[in-house]
């Protein structure tokens, strides 16, 4: 349905009276496991800086002495003049971790999927997406003028259903770790399936990424899919990394088109050079810390086996099919609530007692699954789950069904 323009006011009514108005909070500190908002400590439970990096001591120096070195702003598009030494080694280095050719940084993670689906598809070619996926991936999935398919989540044999019926370039996209219900996609069985079809298999990894595998290369690491099994591998750096920006890792040809053809890498300035240094020292971090990873594991697992015996509705780790091991875990462990009003409102109540827990309302998710989005970092404590379990059982107890 559509307002117009001088109905907006009416139209914001009809969105708070569904339980979906968005609204933001204002944070007076750096991130971390405690935030301050207004006047008052929170403990942090919906962040995706799942590593603790973005206030990093080493990853700030790196930022400040870029600056120093490069100054603020990068001036223009990187096929101008913004494309400093401190981008390429970045880029290097995202390639060398992530196993691949090259890399190529975009300004965020939004612009790097629409870019990449858009400058290889047109309206001959085909697009099968998981209907999971992140908004980015189906933006670009749509811009790109495709025929667009959906299928249900992780459910190979829709895809494949599909995959029958199509003609021109076929590029299958999926998150690897999605990221409202932190489950992994079936990526070997994707791969096989794109390699059957003579399909490309695009993976956004933006959650997996620092997470998951023994060096942090998230999903496509733990499954092991090279270039060949995975052409286009994208990740972001806003999340585990704890800076700002995405990649795309790729052979040398998909490296050099996408410079070419996407509108979303040609158009747009360059990342600060600063922002470059600070995600290579965090990847450094980000390599070596395999604590990090452990204990955010041992976290998530922690509240599941809690969560459980309170007889909370979790999201299941692993998707049908998936070939996964079983003691992984992502850092994104929802509750599933249902009904958005109710989820907002247990979300209000644990804020009161000091916990900040995002509630998650459709569209992000499909109608019916609100949820509460709990999310883990490595600075957090054992103890602290402990206490957000206690929290979330009074508040979910305190909070019947019609609550307003
Ligand atoms: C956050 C996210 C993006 C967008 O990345 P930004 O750098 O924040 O624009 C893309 N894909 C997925 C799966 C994400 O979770």
Redesign the pocket.
């Known amino acids: 349905m559509s307002y117009a323009f001088t109905d907006l006011s009416l139209q914001l009514h009809d969105i708070a009276a569904s339980g979906l108005y968005r609204s933001r909070r204002v944070i007076d500190s750096p991130q971390g496991i405690h935030l301050k908002l207004e006047g008052r400590s929170i403990l942090n439970f919906c962040s995706?800086d799942y590593l603790g990096l973005a206030n990093h001591p080493e990853v700030i120096s790196a930022f400040k002495s870029s600056v120093d070195q490069y100054g603020v702003g990068s001036g223009s598009a990187h096929l101008i003049c913004g494309h400093s030494s401190a981008h390429h080694a970045l880029e290097e280095a995202l390639a060398d971790f992530t196993g691949r050719d090259r890399a190529l940084l975009f300004s965020?993670?939004?612009?790097?999927?629409m870019g990449v689906i858009s400058a290889l598809l047109d309206k001959q070619d085909a697009v099968f997406e998981d209907r999971l996926?992140?908004?980015?991936?189906l933006d670009g999935g749509l811009m790109s003028g495709a025929r667009f398919k959906r299928y249900h989540h992780a459910d190979i044999q829709h895809l494949n259903s599909h995959l029958n019926n199509a003609a021109g370039n076929k590029l299958i996209v999926t998150?690897?770790?999605?990221?409202m219900d932190g489950d992994f996609a079936p990526l070997a069985d994707l791969s096989k399936v794109a390699k059957a079809h003579d399909a490309w298999l695009m993976v956004?990894?933006?959650?997996g990424f620092g997470v998951l595998g023994e060096k942090g290369a998230g999903l496509v690491e733990c499954v092991g899919l090279s270039q060949a099994d995975l052409p286009i591998l994208?990740g972001?750096?806003?999340?585990g990394f704890g800076t700002?920006?995405?990649f795309i890792a790729g052979s040398d040809e998909l490296i050099e088109t996408l410079i070419q053809k996407a509108r979303t890498y040609i158009f747009t300035t360059a990342l600060p050079a600063a922002v470059a240094d600070a995600t290579s020292a965090s990847l450094k971090r980000v390599i070596a810390d395999n604590w990090r990873r452990e204990h955010l594991k041992n976290l998530a697992l922690r509240f599941r086996t809690g969560a459980e015996q309170l007889g909370f509705e979790l999201v299941n780790p692993v998707s049908a099919n998936t070939d996964v091991k079983d003691d992984m875990l992502s850092a994104i462990q929802p509750i599933v609530i249902g009904d958005s009003q109710r989820t907002v409102a247990i979300s209000e109540h644990l804020l009161k007692a000091g916990y900040l827990v995002s509630a998650i309302r459709p569209p992000t998710v499909p109608k019916g699954s609100a949820r509460l989005r709990v999310t883990f970092s490595a600075l957090h404590q054992e103890q602290q789950v402990d206490q957000l379990l206690d929290a979330l059982n009074t508040a979910i107890n305190q909070t019947p069904l019609d609550a307003d």
């Open positions: 995706n965020t993670g939004y612009m790097a999927n996926n992140h908004a980015s991936l998150d690897g770790v999605f990221s956004d990894d933006a959650h994208m972001t750096l806003g999340k700002f920006g995405a």
